[in-house]
């Protein structure tokens, strides 16, 4: 076939009729890869223009008025009461589908102007634009264009997951104890409910939940479940923890440790050939490193874990940590008797700065996202048996030391009270990783603080004076020293992997969003071809994108360390840099009391768990990406 050549790039002209003229008129099928590629962009640029002026269309049809004369032309300043019926009715869609278009329409061109302008002109999709309109709907206008003005130069090359993050840690951060609040209540409505599918099988879906509790309820799911596999079990991952999650529930395991857990579980283990399906097949050697295993498993305790970290306890630790009763039997292990109460403890990071009480700034549990100031309080002095972390950044917020440090608060840290429950009243946790994360800035600022004042940081002195000796380690060793290993080993020990982990916080792939520590710690450069175990060689990739670059065709390079440059088949080129360690976040900007409003409490009622869910919008304004990284 001869090859078409594009007139010109298409990438120059804006998304209007001109475009729209030329994309006309180019046979798809006559391009070569590269340039498919360049006109899948350019559509998707036309696409959104079109879209915009849809949602135009439907805000002046929603305005027309209704009692204007013959030919008169006359709007209202504001739409009435079942606009939306005119556009139901001319484009035979749903009552809810109009209503919730109407509705979208009204808050991008009425009340977000700029990111009507950013759809428009192609700087952003539809999703997206329903991100801003969903994710904003509830801040002051003042607070909106904040959002706005900060994200909107960004969004072109954030996937909307990303973008949702961002615009849920500005709305935290601009509004601390709104959101507090807002949390507080939606927790308090906080239910459970179950229903059966079309094809009979049952979902149960507890919603309002604690996110630091959730968090480490689907740790402690994930972590029976990997052990479970490590133990021999043939079953696949995803029925293996529906059921451990209903052994948890039915109280089957209700006195059981993890490994008699485990044992049960192997036990009874089958496979999914009863309906003609293979067991999943254990996991291939790792073909980009020669079977280098993951920097960590979706728990948080890799095979390479560090032998001192106190975050890498297994599900057997169970069995070795009995209390006793005063007649000296153990109070768990044995079938009949009760548990101590310890949870599985999972990632949080937060600021020094929020800990020590000088901001409100959300803290972050990888993978689900930000939550409030207090919450990630509660969840640090509920795991001071984890693996503290430390970051260091620069003025741009990117990573300038990471390590660890041994040090803990004094004392229990203050009661943060979390929906009535204060930090020394959560039950305490095992394993998981807290990180620090400070500015170098502000390392200095409260040394000299501590110079004057020794009790300037409370009970936090001790972890601010040594990671202040850890950084002037390392600025007189100099940069990566504290991470350096011999590079031809085969395996990154366990500082240069925390390095990494820190660094890059989640898969290197354009725009995925599995975190770094469930991820594979992979050689950018093959360590088989010679790739050096370095922080320059080195990156963390979900299983399906280091398939992607082993089998798929994929070259990928990291020209400077976290920095990395990817080369698809059709040999089109794709950056990706570290993301900051710290964002810059505005100062609080709170609301006013008359816009202070939260959802209203239901009334008490004694209603059965067996509920139907609430309806779906039809169609779904985004429909769920089945290749979206769980948050555990």
Same mark, same amino acid.
């Not at 849920?168 to 179950?194: C, F, H, M, N, S």
């Not at 451990?244 to 529930?249: A, C, E, F, V, W």
């Not at 795991?383 to 990117?398: C, H, K, L, N, S």
């Given at each position: 076939?001869?090859?078409?050549?594009?007139?010109?790039?298409?990438?120059?002209?804006?998304?209007?009729?001109?475009?729209?003229?030329?994309?006309?008129?180019?046979?798809?099928?006559?391009?070569?890869?590269?340039?498919?590629? %360049?006109?899948?962009?350019?559509?998707?640029?036309?696409?959104?223009?079109?879209?915009?002026?849809?949602?135009?269309?439907?805000?002046?049809?929603?305005?027309?008025?209704?009692?204007?004369?013959?030919?008169?032309?006359?709007?209202?300043?504001?739409?009435?009461?079942?606009?939306?019926?005119?556009?139901?009715?001319?484009?035979?869609?749903?009552?809810?589908?109009?209503?919730?278009?109407?509705?979208?329409?009204? +808050?991008?061109?009425?009340?977000?102007?700029?990111?009507?302008?950013?759809?428009?002109?192609?700087?952003?999709?539809?999703?997206? +634009?329903?991100?801003?309109?969903?994710?904003?709907?509830?801040?002051?206008?003042?607070?909106?264009?904040?959002?706005?003005?900060?994200?909107?130069?960004?969004?072109?090359?954030?996937?909307?997951?990303?973008?949702?993050?961002?615009? =849920?840690?500005?709305?935290?951060?601009?509004?601390?104890?709104?959101?507090?609040?807002?949390?507080?209540?939606?927790?308090?409505?906080?239910?459970?409910?179950?229903?059966?599918?079309?094809?009979?099988?049952?979902?149960?879906?507890?919603?309002?939940?604690?996110?630091?509790?959730?968090?480490?309820?689907?740790?402690?799911?994930?972590?029976?479940?990997?052990?479970?596999?490590?133990?021999?079990? *043939?079953?696949?991952?995803? *029925?293996?923890? @529906?059921?451990?999650?209903?052994?948890?529930?039915?109280?089957?395991?209700?006195?059981?440790?993890?490994?008699?857990?485990?044992?049960?579980?192997?036990?009874?283990?089958?496979?999914?050939? %009863?309906?003609?399906?293979?067991?999943?097949?254990?996991?291939?050697?790792?073909?980009?490193?020669?079977? /280098?295993?993951?920097?960590?498993?979706?728990? #948080?305790?890799?095979?390479?874990?560090?032998?001192?970290?106190?975050?890498?306890?297994?599900?057997? /630790?169970?069995?070795?940590?009995?209390?006793?009763?005063?007649?000296?039997?153990?109070?768990?292990?044995?079938? #009949?008797? +009760?548990?101590?109460?310890?949870?599985?403890?999972?990632?949080?990071?937060?600021?020094?700065?929020?800990?020590?009480?000088?901001?409100?700034?959300?803290?972050?549990?990888?993978?689900?996202?930000?939550?409030?100031?207090?919450?990630?309080?509660?969840?640090?002095?509920?795991? $001071? @048996?984890?693996?503290?972390?430390?970051?260091?950044?620069?003025?741009?917020?990117?990573?300038?030391?990471?390590?660890?440090?041994?040090?803990?608060?004094?004392?229990?840290?203050?009661?943060?009270?979390?929906?009535?429950?204060?930090?020394?009243?959560?039950?305490?946790?095992?394993?998981?990783?807290?990180?620090?994360?400070? *500015?170098?800035?502000?390392?200095?600022?409260?040394?000299?603080?501590?110079?004057?004042?020794?009790?300037?940081?409370?009970?936090?002195?001790?972890?601010?004076?040594?990671?202040?000796?850890?950084?002037?380690?390392?600025?007189? $060793?100099?940069?990566? =020293?504290?991470?350096?290993?011999?590079?031809?080993?085969?395996?990154?020990?366990?500082?240069?992997?925390?390095?990494?982990?820190?660094?890059?916080?989640?898969?290197?792939?354009?725009?995925?969003?599995?975190?770094?520590?469930?991820?594979?710690?992979?050689?950018?450069?093959?360590?088989?071809?010679?790739?050096?175990?370095?922080?320059?060689?080195?990156?963390?990739?979900?299983?399906?994108?280091?398939?992607? =670059?082993?089998?798929? &065709? &994929?070259?990928?390079?990291?020209?400077?360390?976290?920095?990395?440059?990817? !080369?698809?088949?059709?040999?089109?080129?794709?950056?990706?840099?570290?993301?900051? !360690? !710290?964002?810059?976040?505005?100062?609080?900007?709170?609301?006013?009391?008359?816009?202070?409003?939260? *959802?209203?409490?239901?009334?008490? %009622?004694?209603?059965?768990?067996?509920?139907?869910?609430?309806?779906?919008?039809?169609?779904?304004?985004?429909?769920?990406?089945?290749?979206?990284?769980?948050?555990?």
């Amino acid at each position: 076939m001869v090859r078409q050549l594009l007139p010109v790039s298409l990438a120059e002209i804006a998304p209007g009729p001109e475009l729209g003229a030329l994309l006309a008129g180019i046979d798809i099928s006559a391009l070569t890869g590269s340039d498919a590629v %360049e006109v899948l962009r350019a559509r998707a640029r036309q696409l959104s223009h079109d879209q915009a002026r849809l949602l135009a269309t439907m805000v002046e049809v929603g305005l027309c008025d209704p009692g204007a004369y013959g030919d008169e032309v006359a709007r209202l300043s504001e739409p009435p009461a079942y606009a939306a019926d005119e556009i139901r009715a001319a484009l035979a869609w749903t009552r809810r589908a109009a209503d919730r278009e109407l509705g979208f329409a009204e +808050a991008l061109v009425l009340r977000m102007p700029a990111v009507f302008t950013a759809l428009e002109t192609g700087r952003i999709d539809r999703s997206k +634009a329903w991100v801003f309109a969903d994710l904003c709907a509830d801040l002051t206008p003042e607070q909106t264009e904040v959002v706005c003005t900060r994200l909107l130069l960004h969004a072109e090359r954030l996937t909307t997951g990303e973008l949702a993050a961002r615009i =849920k840690k500005l709305a935290i951060a601009l509004d601390p104890q709104w959101a507090a609040r807002r949390y507080a209540a939606a927790v308090r409505e906080r239910t459970v409910i179950g229903y059966l599918g079309p094809e009979g099988t049952a979902t149960i879906t507890g919603s309002g939940l604690p996110a630091d509790q959730a968090a480490s309820a689907c740790a402690r799911i994930e972590e029976l479940a990997r052990a479970a596999k490590r133990a021999g079990h *043939p079953g696949r991952i995803g *029925p293996l923890r @529906a059921d451990i999650y209903l052994g948890l529930l039915d109280g089957r395991w209700q006195h059981h440790t993890g490994e008699q857990i485990i044992t049960d579980l192997l036990t009874d283990a089958t496979s999914d050939t %009863e309906d003609g399906a293979d067991p999943q097949p254990a996991a291939e050697p790792d073909a980009t490193t020669g079977g /280098e295993p993951p920097a960590s498993d979706a728990s #948080g305790g890799g095979a390479t874990a560090d032998a001192d970290d106190p975050a890498a306890h297994s599900v057997a /630790e169970d069995s070795d940590s009995r209390e006793t009763r005063p007649d000296g039997h153990p109070t768990m292990g044995e079938p #009949g008797t +009760a548990l101590p109460v310890r949870r599985v403890g999972v990632e949080v990071r937060v600021g020094l700065a929020t800990l020590l009480d000088r901001d409100q700034h959300p803290g972050e549990i990888p993978g689900w996202g930000p939550i409030p100031a207090e919450t990630a309080r509660t969840m640090v002095a509920a795991q $001071r @048996a984890a693996e503290w972390r430390f970051a260091i950044t620069d003025p741009t917020g990117q990573l300038l030391l990471a390590g660890i440090t041994r040090r803990r608060p004094h004392h229990s840290a203050p009661d943060h009270t979390t929906l009535g429950h204060t930090a020394s009243q959560q039950p305490p946790c095992r394993g998981g990783i807290v990180e620090l994360q400070l *500015p170098a800035t502000l390392l200095t600022e409260l040394l000299t603080e501590l110079a004057t004042n020794p009790d300037a940081c409370g009970e936090w002195a001790g972890i601010v004076t040594d990671i202040a000796t850890h950084y002037t380690q390392h600025t007189h $060793r100099g940069p990566g =020293k504290s991470h350096t290993q011999d590079p031809t080993t085969r395996f990154a020990g366990a500082a240069l992997r925390r390095h990494v982990q820190i660094r890059d916080r989640f898969c290197v792939y354009p725009g995925c969003r599995a975190t770094a520590r469930s991820a594979d710690l992979d050689h950018t450069r093959d360590h088989a071809l010679g790739g050096p175990t370095t922080d320059t060689n080195s990156g963390p990739l979900c299983r399906h994108d280091h398939q992607l =670059k082993t089998a798929g &065709w &994929w070259r990928l390079h990291q020209p400077q360390p976290g920095h990395f440059t990817w !080369i698809s088949p059709l040999r089109r080129t794709y950056h990706t840099q570290p993301p900051p !360690i !710290i964002h810059d976040l505005p100062e609080p900007r709170p609301r006013p009391s008359d816009f202070d409003y939260l *959802p209203v409490a239901t009334p008490e %009622e004694d209603t059965p768990i067996l509920e139907r869910p609430p309806p779906q919008p039809d169609p779904p304004p985004t429909p769920p990406d089945p290749h979206e990284p769980p948050p555990f």
